[in-house]
């Protein structure tokens, strides 16, 4: 595991938003429900689940109710087929689905008399290389005792090929981060140095606190998705709900068909882990 090395630093971009963990702000212009749906495929042994919930207006934030009885199916281009069991109020899971390279899935839910389809396809992996941590100038007038670090993230672009990615943050296994994203636009085939601040006055984390990164590989949509949440996060205030004093904003864009919000992304995952030392 590299401490820090000088490399030639890549024009990324690194879209950054932080916070105690994922909160999708959406449909803030009507006060009609509508269905939101977050389901994900991935390669890491963990189930393959599906979250549905319905959106709330400007005036009632953080109230989200679930969606139960759904029926949830997924198929994959190689021929097989899934189903989804609801293991909690609105939380459905499929413990023998796990994520392959370059393969399709197209999932479809029936809720409440409507249908409504989505697809995703796992794209090569990117694979993260080593962590570095770089002391950074701690911010004044900050609390006495904080400390700033600059975490790199090594990792090899793929020649020819429009890679995306999401990365998680997490210290001692709590998530930091938001959507953090890259896309190789002006990166293609680079070796990447991609970069995150830390500071333990605002993210809540201590010196010696285990810091694990998750890089995520995901197509286009998931990127997308992502890209335009960090937008309406951001028009919310401090990213946990709508700012009273902030223009309502637009919704993320989906990949889900029949109006439905939410995403579904089938992804990879590269994972490394560095202990936070001066």
Not at 130 to 138: C, D, F, I, Q
């Amino acid at each position: 595991m590299k401490k820090y090395k000088k490399i030639g630093y890549a024009s990324l971009l690194l879209l950054l938003f932080i916070g105690c963990e994922d909160i999708i702000v959406v449909d803030l212009n009507t006060a009609d429900p509508t269905i939101v749906i977050e389901a994900t495929i991935t390669d890491d042994n963990s189930p393959s689940r599906v979250t549905i919930t319905k959106s709330t207006d400007f005036y009632t934030p953080g109230v989200y109710p679930t969606v139960s009885e759904a029926q949830i199916t997924v198929n994959d281009s190689e021929g097989n087929n899934y189903t989804f069991d609801e293991i909690e109020e609105g939380v459905y899971e499929n413990s023998s689905l796990i994520g392959k390279s370059n393969v399709e899935y197209s999932i479809e839910v029936l809720s409440e008399g409507k249908t409504y389809d989505a697809v995703s396809t796992i794209p090569n992996q990117l694979i993260i290389d080593s962590l570095g941590l770089e002391p950074s100038p701690n911010r004044p007038g900050g609390k006495d005792g904080a400390k700033r670090f600059i975490l790199h993230i090594y990792f090899q672009d793929q020649l020819g090929i429009d890679d995306y990615s999401r990365l998680k943050l997490f210290s001692n296994g709590v998530q930091l981060g938001g959507f953090n994203i890259y896309t190789d636009k002006f990166t293609d085939g680079n070796y990447i140095d991609f970069r995150m601040n830390l500071n333990t006055e605002s993210d809540e984390i201590n010196i010696g606190d285990l810091i694990r990164v998750e890089l995520m590989s995901i197509d286009k949509a998931a990127y997308d998705f992502y890209l335009t949440a960090n937008s309406v996060n951001a028009s919310g205030g401090n990213g946990r709900g709508p700012s009273s004093t902030s223009a309502a904003p637009t919704n993320p864009v989906t990949n889900w068909s029949n109006k439905a919000l939410g995403y579904f992304s089938a992804y990879r995952t590269s994972k490394s882990e560095i202990v936070l030392s001066e």
